[in-house]
């Protein structure tokens, strides 16, 4: 039987975050297979609790500047969301440069695995 669904399997880094677990809502009832690459720093396990007991859902708690763990992740997904990033909480010039050179760090080690 065929579905008009399309199927593929998504890395979503982040996907424990605002953005993120809706993405993964959104991607699960489209068909696909989801991956949530997220360390939990400032995103929330219960932000996809809904979403734990389906078979296609993946949560892996660890850091996207892990290069093995995002090596093996990129290989085995269709599509990357990169989302990780650490929120700008706060309008402090230290606070600032820190969350900018994480956001950078996450997105180098994203982009060069992908
Ligand atoms: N929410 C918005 O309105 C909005 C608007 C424009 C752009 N964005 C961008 O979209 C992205 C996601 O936004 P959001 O609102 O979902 O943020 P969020 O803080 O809710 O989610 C970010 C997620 O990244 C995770 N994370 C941080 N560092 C990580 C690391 N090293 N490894 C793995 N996971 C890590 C956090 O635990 C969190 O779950 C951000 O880049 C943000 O700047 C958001």
Do not use: Q, Y
Not at 6 to 18: E, H, M, V, W, Y
């Amino acid at each position: 039987m065929s579905t008009d669904k399309p199927t593929g399997s998504a890395l979503i880094t982040g996907g424990a975050g605002f953005i993120g677990s809706h993405l993964s809502e959104l991607l699960l009832d489209a068909g696909w297979e989801v991956f949530v690459l997220d360390d939990l720093s400032t995103g929330s396990e219960r932000n996809v609790a809904h979403l734990r007991e389906r078979r296609d859902f993946h949560l892996i708690v660890d850091s996207v500047l892990k290069n093995s763990v995002v090596n093996e992740l990129v290989h085995r997904c269709d599509v990357v969301f990169h989302l990780a990033a650490r929120r700008a909480a706060g309008r402090m010039r230290s606070r600032r440069r820190s969350t900018s050179s994480s956001r950078s760090r996450t997105t180098r080690s994203a982009g060069s695995t992908a």
